[in-house]
């Protein structure tokens, strides 16, 4: 290995933010969450369970809120991070 002027090649490292290492955070994943609400839609007004999983729950509203989707929801009756504690709780699914 060849050293110039005696000194050995050092790794040089930029201490910018955009090339600094990313931070460990505590955050959880919020992805692997999962909510069960009651809802309700116009053509069977009884009302059933829906899963839904959190990183899709930010679409299934804009669905409602466009009218895409005739859906009504209620009350959150179960928050998890178990996929198939959701799934057996729910009688449809948005995951």
């Avoid at 609400?37 to 729950?57: C, G, K, M």
């Avoid at 809120?65 to 928050?79: A, I, Q, S, T, Y």
């Amino acid at each position: 290995m060849a050293h110039q002027n005696g000194q050995r090649n050092k790794r040089q490292t930029c201490s910018c933010p955009e090339h600094a290492a990313p931070l460990a955070t505590s955050l959880p994943d919020l992805s692997k969450v999962f909510r069960v609400y009651e809802a309700t839609d116009p053509f069977h007004p009884v009302p059933f369970r829906l899963a839904v999983s959190l990183e899709r729950e930010a679409r299934l509203l804009a669905d409602i809120d466009c009218g895409r989707r005739l859906l009504r929801l209620g009350p959150v009756v179960l928050e998890t991070r178990e996929r198939t504690l959701a799934r057996t709780m729910a009688e449809a699914f948005f995951m």
